[in-house]
């Protein structure tokens, strides 16, 4: 099975700036879309952005645009969440997934762990 570990997360002050990593366990992770989603306390699991296998198209939610960046390099199994100009309201545990390109949570097969992220004074 594919596995996918996140890592990157942390506290951060408003307007400061984290870097997500998403690592493949195999070279299959390549042949498939990375999306990104959020949970917040309390909150129904949100997606955020993803991108296509080849790295080439890309969606964001409206509640992140111009602010997060999201890239993939291949050759290291490896996609990337660059998260710049943070809210509060981005506070949550951060997840990788898996699957078919598009922002619905059922085109995703595999998850990875979550990781946390804070942003707070």
């Known amino acids: 099975q594919l596995h996918v570990v996140e890592s990157g997360g942390g506290l951060v002050q408003p307007g400061g700036s984290l870097r997500l990593s998403c690592v493949g366990s195999?070279?299959?992770?390549?042949?498939?879309?990375v999306g990104w989603f959020r949970q917040a306390p309390g909150k129904e699991r949100e997606g955020v952005s993803c991108i296509s296998s080849g790295g080439s198209h890309t969606l964001y939610a409206d509640s992140v645009k111009g602010r997060f960046t999201i890239s993939r390099n291949n050759t290291k199994n490896t996609a990337y969440l660059q998260m710049n100009s943070l809210k509060p309201e981005d506070t949550g545990v951060y997840y990788c997934a898996v699957g078919t390109y598009g922002m619905a949570e059922r085109g995703y097969n595999y998850w990875g762990q979550g990781t946390q992220v804070t942003v707070s004074l």
């Open positions: 195999e070279f299959l992770f390549n042949y498939y879309a």
